[in-house]
């Protein structure tokens, strides 16, 4: 055998020992998907998005097994920078960029609604979107929406959040109320005029139409409020 032919050989039995001795890209790949589905919950919608391993990277295989962990310590929808890290005599930690999208199923409104209106159910529908574009406060269960009143004008398509929607006023300021006191089993009445709006539970300025006092009170219903002393 020539010198040519011995190095060409000698090149070959080279490559093929560096080959098995290098860890594969597609097992940290594998190992960096499985701890973050693991960290999902059973039954949502995901899509999980690895970012290539440069093919050049050669690595020690890992006699032990691949410690994989999240650099925040959680994994959450958007950009997460994960590592993988080998223990032993030819240890390594490498870091790669998983984007995890998560997606909700929301309340979207089908019909532009104006200041006060109220949300009834044919003016709602269901729509899955990427909870990672949507504001803080979505809703998703209808009873959060449901009979509730629009809380300021909005645009049809509008993904529904707790600052949408507010309890429907029954008492407006202005009206004629009717105060109940009670005290020690007793319980009085008087009219009185609303200084303000007011839905179910919510305290609001009243004035004793026969004594001319300004109290605070709590709407019970429509026409009634309630003062305790």
Known sequence: MNKLKLALVLMLVCATAWGGSTQSGQQIQDAINQFVRSTLESGGKYEI????????????????????????????PGRNTVGVRCYGDKGWTIYSTVLLKSFKDVLVLNKSMQRNDIIRAEHLAVETRDAGML????????????????????PAGSVLNRQHVADP????????????????????????????????????????????RVIQAVVVNAGQVSVNF
Do not use: W
């Open 49 to 76: 998005n690895l970012t290539p391993l440069d093919p050049r990277l050669q690595l020690p295989v890992c006699e032990q097994a691949l410690q994989v962990f999240a650099q925040t310590g959680e994994i959450k």
């Open 135 to 154: 504001p803080q406060g979505y809703l998703a269960d209808m009873s959060d929406v449901l009979d509730k009143q629009a809380a300021r004008n909005i």
């Open 169 to 212: 006023t029954v008492v407006r300021r202005g009206e004629r109320v009717n105060i109940e006191s009670s005290k020690a089993g007793v319980v009085i009445s008087a009219m009185g005029a609303a200084m303000g709006d007011g839905a179910k539970g919510q305290k609001i300025s009243v004035r004793n139409l026969s004594s001319n």
